[in-house]
């Protein structure tokens, strides 16, 4: 018996001992690794999820990535097709102009600027961009125009249509200084009559005259009302339903009837129009490397990848009224800026909008979460590479917190660069003093509880209790100033420095857009009259390669179909997912583009530069031609393609058909994006399981 236990206390002091080793071990891996840490990096995350999941590379699901074959026809084609005479030095005079605003009406302006100088057969100076004249302290390297496009690019490209210079000759530079010159600020809606009639007579009599560019153009053309509105009540094309359209309505009257599309007499002009924006202004040089090498490392892994640009911008958020898709400080951010809109008359309309009958009418943009969850619908897997494009999403990163849940992929320019790459595309700059927020004065305990009793309702933030000092965190940040007064401060030196940089982010987001295998914008076609973002990558994606992947969404079709599933958005039926990808399909195609001409082009040609910039080769079906009833060719009025086209695309199909690999001999990576059986009569879920309940990502209590 004592053998026994003495042997038992051999084992237990035994197994202590042990114990307490492994302990000691453990301890000591613990304090020699964490030594060794080193900063997660996103890009090796996504290159380990792709190689563990993927190995070798697949082929591309075709339902997902593949062209779209009713467009193969479509070739770019902005040449001239009449009798074009060169530009001669010996014309009217001078045009100078400053172009104000962000990186979209920069592009949409000086389109416009060079289709006018053409117009009035004048000599165009370089446009001054005051988005980056106005920031101090930015690089010298780079100025104005410079400062994003590449100059000698943009003159050499255009030596056939405009006659181009860098500056104003030096006798006539003083007169400028001395305001001898007549400067001119033309509105959206200023039409050929108004650039003949009115300035060309003082173009012709002082040989200088200043523009002033805000609204992001200055040359559309006045429509009639009934010419619009025959439109739509008269278009029913391939089956759609008036009301498929009719909710544009309130954005043409809203845009005052403007149409970007000249007379046909004028067809020229819309293709110079299309040379200046496709062709002429390049980025310069340093933006295009970082860009392409941005898209090299996204097609590093082999896979394609999908381009995403929110459209969450709060001067678009303010217009249309959508502050109550946000919350707390947000909301009141956006209310705060359309009422500063309805004062300088931009916005015609009360402050209070019921923001939820603007989304169902599909004003307001489709929020990140929204999107994920047509994406997966649509079939796209949660380790699709999505590229997050815009330099301004408002709400920041927590508006994307549900998106991220669903694709743990998404990547934006921080993760693609290293902070050495974005800060030599910047170039050197002189330092600035900190935006430090002064301190808020002091205040007694009366007054804090006071404030604290009187404090109004949601959305306004509430102060911090009366026992709870104000954070630091809370008085930082471009919003800092809501908790403590009604007045927005004037932008400071920084945040003028950010908006110069902002220009550059969005010149490498709009790279990427244009070449990603698909595009997805959360907002579009919005009827503001200003340009937008998403809608020249649209029309340049079209202009380019009319057969990739660029989904036009009808935001209230998609706000009516999640009014449907709203209770079950994580776990919809089987039968809302079809529904998702026959509107989303369809938007690829024609019927896509029939809705862009309609309500997208008369706002902003470049957004959709058919007929007038393409033309269709004879080796495939040509399509029908579809007329609106003001005679406008709404889809299938392109030219044919000359025979060089002809031979250099069959040239380019022989070599793609060789090198191509046989798709059914290898296993589709996306394996959730399978078709499955309609749900049954009675509402309940079929017996095969869906994409939704089988991904353990998507738990809705996430």
């Known amino acids: 018996m004592m053998v026994i236990k003495s042997k038992m206390k051999l084992i237990a002091l035994f197994v202590l001992g042990m114990s307490m080793g492994s302990l000691v071990v453990h ?43 009713s467009l193969g026809s479509l070739q770019p084609y902005a040449n001239p097709r009449t009798n074009y005479p060169a530009p001669s030095e010996n014309n009217n005079g001078f045009i100078y102009a400053k172009v104000f605003g962000g990186f979209e009406k920069i592009r949409s302006s000086i389109c416009d600027l060079v289709t006018i100088s053409r117009l009035l057969n004048a000599t165009l100076v370089i446009p001054e961009i005051q988005e980056s004249l106005r920031s101090k302290g930015i690089s010298n390297k780079f100025k104005s125009f410079s400062y994003l496009y590449d100059e000698e ?14 500056t104003l000759p030096e006798n006539l530079k003083e007169a400028r200084r ?30 200088v005259i200043g523009l002033l560019l805000t609204d992001g153009g200055c040359l559309q053309v006045t429509c009639a009302f009934s010419s619009f509105f025959s439109v739509l009540k008269a278009n029913v094309v391939d089956g759609c339903a008036v009301g498929l359209y009719i909710h544009s309505v309130r954005s043409l009257v809203e845009s005052a009837l403007l149409e970007s599309i000249l007379p046909r007499s004028m067809s020229e002009l819309q293709r ?3 040379r200046v924006s496709f062709h002429a202004l390049q980025f310069r040089p340093e933006i295009q490397i970082l860009g392409r090498r941005m898209v090299e490392r996204l097609r590093a892994w082999g896979q394609p990848f999908l381009a995403y640009h929110p459209g969450l911008v709060r001067d678009t958020l303010a217009y249309h009224g959508c502050a109550e898709l946000f919350q707390d400080v947000h909301t009141e951010l956006i209310q705060y800026r359309r009422a500063q809109m309805i004062k300088q008359g931009i916005v015609n309309e009360k402050l209070s909008i019921e923001s939820h009958l603007r989304r169902e009418n599909g004003s307001c943009p489709l929020m990140p979460e929204e999107v994920g969850l047509l994406l997966r619908a649509m079939g796209y897997p949660p380790k699709t590479i999505i590229y997050l494009a815009g330099s301004e999403t408002f709400g920041g990163q927590r508006v994307l917190i549900p998106m991220r849940a669903m694709f743990s992929n998404i990547v934006d320019r921080t993760s693609l ?15 600035l003093p900190e935006d430090l927020y002064p301190p808020p004065p002091s205040k007694s305990e009366k ?35 809501i908790t403590e007064t009604d007045t927005e401060p004037n932008p400071s030196a920084v945040d003028l420095r950010m908006q110069a940089h902002r220009l550059l982010w969005d010149a490498l987001d709009y790279i990427i857009s244009v070449e990603a295998d698909a595009f997805f914008p959360g907002f579009h076609n919005d009827g503001s009259r200003w340009p937008d973002f998403a809608s020249l990558v649209m029309g340049q994606r079209l202009y380019e390669s009319p057969s990739s992947r660029t989904y036009k969404p009808d935001r209230e079709v998609v706000a009516k179909l999640f009014n449907v599933t709203r209770e079950n958005m994580y776990h919809p039926k089987h039968n809302w997912t079809l529904l998702v990808k026959e509107h989303l399909n369809k938007s690829l195609g024609e019927d896509g583009l029939i809705r862009q001409s309609l309500f997208s082009k008369p706002i902003s040609f470049l957004s959709h530069p058919f007929p007038e910039c393409s033309c269709w080769t004879s080796s495939v079906k040509v399509p029908d031609q579809l007329k609106g009833n003001d005679g406008r060719i709404l889809y299938g009025g392109e030219d044919e393609c000359p ?7 069959e040239a380019g199909s022989v070599e793609a058909e060789g090198g191509r690999n046989d798709d059914s001999d290898l296993a589709e990576y996306e394996s959730d994006a399978t078709e499955l059986p309609e749900s049954d009569d009675d509402g309940g879920k079929s017996s095969a399981t869906l994409p939704f309940d089988r991904d353990d990502e998507w738990d809705p209590n996430d």
């Open 27 to 69: 301890l000591s891996i613990t304090k020699f690794s964490g030594m060794g840490l080193v900063q997660y990096s996103s890009m090796a995350g996504l290159r380990q999820d792709f190689d563990s999941l993927l190995g070798p590379q697949r082929s591309r699901n075709k339902k997902l990535w593949g062209a779209v074959k």
């Open 153 to 166: 690019q943009f003159i050499a490209s255009l030596t056939s249509d405009v006659v181009i210079v860098k």
């Open 178 to 207: 001395r305001n001898e010159f007549p400067v001119f600020k033309p509105k959206i809606s200023a039409s050929t009559n108004y650039y003949i009639k009115e300035i060309l007579p003082k173009l012709k009599k002082t040989k």
């Open 272 to 274: 110079l129009r299309c």
């Open 417 to 431: 660069c290293s902070k050495k790459e974005l800060s030599d595309l910047v170039g050197p700059e002189t330092s």
């Open 447 to 481: 007054q804090l509880k006071e404030e604290w009793n009187k404090a109004g309702p949601r959305p306004r933030p509430l102060p911090p209790p009366p026992d709870r000092p104000i954070y630091q965190h809370e008085k930082e940040g471009w919003y800092g100033w």
């Open 643 to 649: 025979k060089w086209m002809k031979r250099s695309q």
